[in-house]
């Protein structure tokens, strides 16, 4: 099965500095990666994915990256906030043999992001 | 309604209790996911229903037996836990399995 693996545990930043999260994954058939960010005692909420036909995509001050061939993919936040302080968990959907999605997905062990204003 | 909700949002059990956890969403979505998270860690998958048929069982323990009563419900039903099942129960739904996945608020389980 899919194994997923994400790093830093923990991110430390100024508010208004950058912060990347990366994440590795090992089945090359994954073709769906999406990024949640958990806030204390909250639901995981969707913040931004991609699909395995597009390198890049971007949404205001966040953006993913793609690089299928090393098998990993990549968050990163701009001119961060104190709000954007949380858990961020990168995943992968797996694909069955008949080259389907199940719906699977494999989180990564997620990043505690902490914003210093 | 754009949004995935659950009840109760805490409960606690006796380790001879029977309770169900309710996940509804009315989204029009036809998969529906059940995730278990110990603190401090990712989701874990548990079941997986597809149009309203149980499609991936993550070798639950059957202490935990999972109903789908119709496209929008989604319930769990728990019997006979143990100390070490406590942790946020987390529904999700998504217009198919293929789609991106939408988390409700959880059920915190705390089995005594």
């Known amino acids: 099965g899919e194994n997923v693996e994400q790093h830093p545990s923990t991110l430390s930043v100024q508010e208004g500095d950058s912060a990347v999260i990366k994440c590795t994954y090992s089945d090359s058939a994954s073709n769906y990666f999406p990024w949640y960010k958990q806030e204390l005692g909250k639901r995981p909420q969707l913040i931004i994915d991609?699909?395995?036909?597009?390198g890049e995509k971007k949404d205001q001050r966040i953006a993913v990256t793609l690089n299928k061939t090393a098998k990993h993919f990549s968050l990163h936040i701009t001119e961060t906030q104190p709000e954007d302080s949380a858990v961020y968990f990168c995943a992968a959907r797996e694909i069955n043999a008949g080259g389907t999605s199940y719906g699977k997905l494999t989180f990564g062990q997620g990043t505690i992001l902490t914003v210093h204003p | 309604d754009t949004e995935v909700t659950q009840t109760p949002k805490h409960l606690v059990m006796g380790m001879t209790n029977k309770k169900s956890l309710k996940c509804e969403q009315h989204?029009?979505?036809?998969?529906m996911y059940w995730y278990k998270q110990k603190a401090k860690k990712p989701p874990e998958l548990m079941f997986v229903?597809?149009?309203?048929?149980?499609?991936i069982n993550e070798s639950v323990p059957s202490r935990f037996s999972p109903e789908c009563p119709n496209s929008s419900l989604l319930n769990l039903h728990l019997h006979a836990l143990q100390p070490e099942d406590s942790a946020l129960y987390l529904c999700?739904?998504?217009?198919?399995?293929?789609?991106?996945?939408?988390f409700g608020p959880g059920t915190r389980l705390t089995v005594t």
């Open positions: 229903y597809s149009y309203e048929k149980l499609s």
């Open positions: 989204m029009g979505h036809r998969a």
């Open positions: 991609i699909r395995s036909n597009v």
């Open positions: 999700a739904s998504s217009h198919q399995e293929r789609y991106e996945q939408y």
